[in-house]
C-alpha cells in the first residue's frame, strides 16, 4: 500500500482511480487482499503473477482511454 501510494505521489501523474490495472505479485494472497481493500481497488482491475521469488507492483493506464 505504501509502496503504491508512494508511486503515485512522486513518480507518476496518475490519481489511483486512473489506473487501468494493477499487476501484483505477491507471495501471500493475504498480502494482495489487504492492497486491493485498503486503496480501494476494484478486483476487475488486477491480474495476478505466479512468479515465485518476485514481488512487485506493476501498474497500467491505457492512454487512448
Same mark, same amino acid.
Given at each position: 500500500?505504501?509502496?503504491?501510494? @508512494?508511486l503515485?505521489?512522486?513518480?507518476?501523474?496518475?490519481?489511483?482511480?486512473?489506473?487501468?490495472?494493477?499487476?501484483?505479485? !505477491?507471495?501471500?494472497?493475504?498480502?494482495?487482499?489487504?492492497?486491493? $481493500? !485498503?486503496? $480501494? #481497488?476494484?478486483?476487475?482491475?488486477?491480474?495476478?503473477?505466479?512468479?515465485? @521469488? #518476485?514481488?512487485? #507492483? $506493476?501498474i497500467?493506464?491505457?492512454?487512448?482511454?
Amino acid at each position: 500500500v505504501f509502496a503504491i501510494r @508512494k508511486l503515485l505521489e512522486t513518480q507518476c501523474p496518475w490519481a489511483l482511480d486512473e489506473v487501468d490495472l494493477f499487476e501484483l505479485n !505477491e507471495a501471500f494472497a493475504a498480502q494482495s487482499l489487504g492492497v486491493l $481493500k !485498503e486503496l $480501494k #481497488i476494484s478486483p476487475s482491475k488486477v491480474c495476478y503473477s505466479l512468479r515465485p @521469488k #518476485i514481488q512487485n #507492483i $506493476k501498474i497500467f493506464r491505457n492512454r487512448n482511454a
